[in-house]
């Protein structure tokens, strides 16, 4: 009788499922990879789709294209809604249920509200496609809305833009939004001046980009505020309404706000019965796996990770951090299989960047700090490097080349069913005419709900 192969159930194919899958080519497992889209997403870039800089297809490939030539990897479309650790079963939204000898969860991070979920309907974050092409969406309908508007308010509300959240998220999201408003469309509209839109990025601590060196968050806040962004730190958001936003008792008139203020573990980590910290990342072994199931391994975003210094914040839910657990998941597994004893997980650090605008970013790798426009082309170097599929890099290549020349955006389509008539009413508003205060009650709200 043939010995059965044991199988690897990997849940996710962000960085961290991709690269564990990646790790397992050549060992003697079946290799199941589970994840909700076909397609695998290199998140870094996505803010660039929420600005029309790039198109989806730029930073996206189906994830059975990528693992294609891996003969002992298959790719299911599906949803997972539940971990049977007793029974080593996961369990999909069909109801099926998946066997497992190894599980490697990789499922990534949400959107985290504090408690305010009926903001999400108004503040979309930026963690998917349709996120990220919604926000598109909503920005360039502003400024068609404010085109048609008479009431001075309703348009300058229309006009500004609100961006929570003052890490990397929120940095490249305020400046792109500046570049396109002050630049790209300065000379498209009759009726309103794009120049005169308002961008502002809440920050609810003392600087922005927290986790860098403070050199480089002040470089950061003043490149940012050459490009028109109003920066407010130390401030909370304590509303969000159709049309306005609350800062401490402060109201501000605005129709489009991003949210970036904070991310949650995905709910799957909890299914496990485990230890998890507040933002519900499950508590792991310093080889990756769970507590009490050898078996089952956690990463990237999913996981608590110790960082270098004892006692001090498990590792950022960062690009790299998901790749090299991904890896080291999928290498303990192996050792396990060969009867070796499993590795420790060390993070090597290779540094972090975040661009703020057209030649203007910060990079932090080691002790090297860099900003403005060398900061700029180590950024486009490593995205570029790191992009999934030759084609993919070639279009990203061009399409920021053109960006760069021009001050052109080349995505800039309104998606979806648009009727003139209703454009305002997309936005929430009541129509031509309508109050600010008109636009935020009761019906359009539940319009921007079930939106």
């Given amino acids: 009788m043939s010995k059965r192969i044991p ?44 600005t029309a800089t790039l198109s ?41 249920r998946v066997d497992y000898d190894f599980l490697v969860l990789a499922a990534g991070a949400v959107d985290q509200y504090f408690g305010h979920s009926q903001w999400e309907a108004i503040a979309p974050g930026l963690k998917t496609i349709d996120d990220a092409t919604e926000i598109r969406r909503r920005f360039l309908l502003a400024f068609e809305a404010a085109e048609q508007e008479d009431d001075p308010e309703i348009r300058r509300a229309l006009l500004t833009f609100v961006v929570v959240g003052g890490g990397p998220t929120g940095v490249e999201m305020a400046g792109a939004f500046a570049e396109i408003a002050h630049h790209t469309l300065t000379h498209e509209f009759r009726r309103v001046n794009p120049s005169a839109a308002r961008v502002l990025l809440i920050e609810g601590g003392p600087r922005l980009l927290s986790t860098y060196a403070e050199v480089l968050s002040e470089r950061a806040k003043r490149q940012l505020e ?70 089952i391994f956690v990463v990237g975003d999913l996981a608590a990770i110790a ?6 914040p498990p590792l950022p839910g960062v690009a790299q951090v998901a790749i090299q657990s991904g890896r080291a998941a999928g290498r303990n597994i192996v050792r396990t299989l060969r009867g070796q004893p499993r590795e420790r997980f060390r993070y090597h650090d290779k540094g972090s960047m975040a661009t703020i605008g057209r030649a ?92």
């Fill in 7 to 50: 199988r690897v159930v990997i849940v996710g194919g962000g960085f961290g499922g991709l690269h564990a899958a990646r790790a397992l080519a050549h060992a003697p497992v079946e290799v199941t990879l589970i994840d909700r889209h076909n397609y695998h997403l290199f998140q870094p870039l996505l803010y660039q789709v929420a």
């Fill in 307 to 312: 960082g270098p210094e004892a006692g001090g």
């Fill in 360 to 451: 203007r970013a910060i990079a932090q790798i080691g002790r090297v700090q860099l900003s403005g426009f060398i900061a700029w082309l180590t950024w486009l170097f490593v995205h570029i490097f790191f992009l999934i599929g030759y084609r993919n890099r070639l279009a990203v290549m061009r399409e920021w080349a053109w960006s760069y020349l021009t001050w052109q955006r080349g995505a800039r389509l309104i998606t979806g069913e648009v009727r003139p008539a209703n454009v305002l009413r997309r936005l929430g508003l009541a129509g031509a005419g309508a109050t600010a205060e008109r636009g935020a009650e009761e019906p359009e709200r539940k319009e921007a709900t079930a939106r």
């Fill in 226 to 295: 050459e490009l028109g962004v109003q920066i407010w730190l130390d401030s909370r958001v304590t509303g969000i309404e159709v049309g306005a936003v609350r800062v401490g008792e402060e109201r501000i008139g605005a129709y489009n706000v991003v949210w970036a203020a904070g991310v949650a573990a995905s709910p799957l980590g909890r299914a496990l019965g485990s230890a998890v910290d507040r933002m519900g990342r499950v508590q792991v072994e310093p080889d990756l796996s769970v507590p009490g199931h050898p078996e």
């Fill in 56 to 96: 989806p297809a730029n930073i996206a490939r189906p994830i059975r294209q990528v693992l294609r030539r891996q003969a002992n990897a298959d790719v299911l479309l599906a949803e997972v809604e539940a971990v049977d650790t007793e029974a080593r079963a996961v369990v999909l939204d069909s109801g099926e």
